[in-house]
Nanobody, 123 residues
Framework: QVQLVESGGGLVQAGGSLRLSCVAS????????MGWFRQAPGKEREFVAS????????RYADYVKGRFTISKENAKNTVYLQMNSLQPEDTAVYYC????????????????WGQGTQVTVSS
């Protein structure tokens, strides 16, 4: 089992940027595929972005493509989500996920979840 802790959320104006981080601990001797999901009030959790174990492959949801960038540093057991051109509709709790590469590159969550970090974008 791996533990995940997210950070970097906050309040930002529309058009602004934030960078989320997620640090993994525990069974991290084997790199995991990792991803970000989000859940807005009253809505189901949805896929945002994912990255393969090596970092060579990524996948993005259409609604963040071109604005968000996912990256990872295996040596630091950390995955990042750079979010640019934020819009009010990006407001949500953002969750980090570590799991099977086939799941995450298929835009499905699996394995371990973090506790979430709140991102609020004001208009």
């Amino acid at each position: 089992q791996v533990q995940l802790v997210e950070s970097g959320g906050g309040l930002v104006q529309a058009g602004g940027s934030l960078r989320l981080s997620c640090v993994a601990s525990g069974r991290t001797f084997i790199p995991y595929a990792m991803g970000w999901f989000r859940q807005a009030p009253g809505k189901e959790r949805e896929f945002v972005a994912s990255i393969s174990r090596s970092g060579a492959r990524t996948r993005y949801a259409d609604y963040v493509k071109g604005r968000f960038t996912i990256s990872k540093e295996n040596a630091k057991n950390t995955v990042y989500l750079q979010m640019n051109s934020l819009q009010p509709e990006d407001t949500a709790v953002y969750y980090c996920n570590a799991g099977a590469e086939s799941d995450l590159l298929g835009a499905r969550g699996s394995g371990s979840w973090g506790q979430g970090t709140q991102v609020t974008v004001s208009s």
